[in-house]
């Protein structure tokens, strides 16, 4: 949710992010034993991932399924995690509705003022079991006997008015008795009821609920493009001093693609970028140490060594270009692959990427992957074209960091829901990042990208493989 509310503020322009406002419902169990709920408060102030603060309302019923609260936490109050980013707590007496909207009115005036995650601990209960199959009084008889014996919010504040006499007792009644009818209306329509595909409107009305016929895509790109765009970014001003091997690095790339061959995975990603930004499509790329790469392979960030400034050059090939946004990411897998999947959501112009530091830090955020990227178009019908790039490979260094687990990832696979690859080739690589955008479909890409591959001589593409000619190739054929 607080991707898509990214998303939305950078469709909206909203860089002072007032007009896009994210409030979070959480449970109380959830919300101090979730540990996505601490990654999000630690991203909270970040420039990558900043949406302005959250409102974040607990429904404070006082158990967790069948847990009590002692068991559920070691502090006090649920809330007691935002105390880690200082956000403000508003507890309000559920039983109190004008108490209700006064803190909800604080909480919202702090937001809009400070841009700060604000935090409302709504202390109430559960008068039910968890779901219609339940008893409650089951694990919790000694809380269970009290709510039975509790009047409802419905009636304390009724009688509240009565007492006042801003209303009658019988103008109470019809107000109670005609929202139960509508409820009862309500649950008997909920039978016939067919629910229409909405999310394939606005942003996304150019895009098909399905996937297409065209699996290939038409993805290459004019050779003369591609060279003006490698002399754009591998030419860097004098007065950002850069380092002097990125410089020999940027300088080795320009000539591979002036001279139409050797042309390597990172020179490849980076016309694939440059391209995209060009034909109007932004880009977002977020990770751990994306912005160097984590083999020093990409370098799309440059640090000026003298003062430190950035200089991105896939942000200066042309005035009309469209923004490529990266990110270095703290050390967090489970919300950062999260608010990226949100993001791509609400933007499907935007190729958005998360990247791993390693290919195995996804076991981070499997929930994530598990939940709503292999499956969130079969549940909501929402299409994604989120990539997610995991450097992996068995390379004789050893156990750790040599696997990104493809057969997980390919146990999750069913009715075309996710694509897998394992690119042998820089130019095919080009092709599938430039395909997420070109399709009128969008599905979630799982790329099985390389390490040592990354510099080996024999991994390299000609130009000729980049341009309109060609496209992706599902299946590479083996020249002996």
Known sequence: ????????????????????????????????????????????????????????????????FT?????????????????????????????????????????TEFRLKFNRDVVIDLVCYRRFGHNEGDEPSFTQPLMYKK?????????????????????????????????????DDQFKNAKDYKPKIEWFEGTWSRYKPEKGKDKRGVTGSDENVLLNISEKINSIPTEVNIHKTISKILEARKQTVKQGCDIDWSTAEALAFGSLLEEGYPVRLVG?????????????????QLDNSRYIPLNNISKNQKNFEIVDSFLSELAVLGFEYGYSLVEPNTLTIWEAQFGDFANGAQVITDQFI??????????????????HGYEGQGPEHSSARLERFLQ?????????????????????????????????????????????KYCVSNIKDFNKENSFHRVMGIML
């Not at 991203?43 to 603060?53: E, V």
């Not at 009047?151 to 007792?169: A, D, F, H, Q, R």
């Not at 994306?290 to 640090?303: A, K, V």
């Not at 829901?417 to 479909?441: E, G, K, S, V």
């Open 147 to 183: 709510i039975r014996s509790h009047p409802s919010t419905v009636m304390i504040y009724g009688e509240k008015l009565v007492n006042e006499g801003l209303m009658s007792k019988e103008d109470l009644d019809n107000q109670i008795n005609k929202f139960k009818n509508l409820l």
């Open 288 to 304: 751990q140490d994306s912005g160097r790469g984590t083999f020093s392979q990409r370098h799309s960030i440059l640090r000026n």
């Open 1 to 64: 949710m607080l991707g898509q509310t990214r998303a939305k503020q950078f469709f909206h322009k909203d860089k002072k992010r007032n007009k896009v406002i994210p409030i979070l419902i959480h449970g109380d169990a959830s919300f101090a034993g979730q540990g996505i709920i601490a990654e999000c408060f630690a991203m909270s102030g970040l420039r990558g991932h900043n949406t302005g603060g959250t409102i974040h309302i607990i429904i404070n019923n006082q158990i967790g």
């Open 374 to 391: 292999s499956s969130g178009e079969r549940k909501w019908k929402r299409a994604s074209g989120l990539v997610m790039l995991l450097p």
């Open 67 to 107: 847990t009590s609260p002692r068991f559920a936490r070691s502090s006090p109050h649920p809330s007691d995690i935002a105390k880690m980013v200082e956000a403000p707590i508003v507890h309000v007496n559920g039983d109190d509705p004008e108490a209700a909207v006064y803190g909800a009115r604080i909480a």
């Open 412 to 456: 999750l696979c069913a009715n075309d829901n996710l694509q897998i690859m394992n690119c042998t080739t820089p130019a095919n690589y080009f092709h599938a990042l430039r395909r997420q955008m070109h399709r009128d479909f969008r599905k979630p890409l799982i790329i099985m990208t390389p390490k040592s591959l990354l510099r080996n």
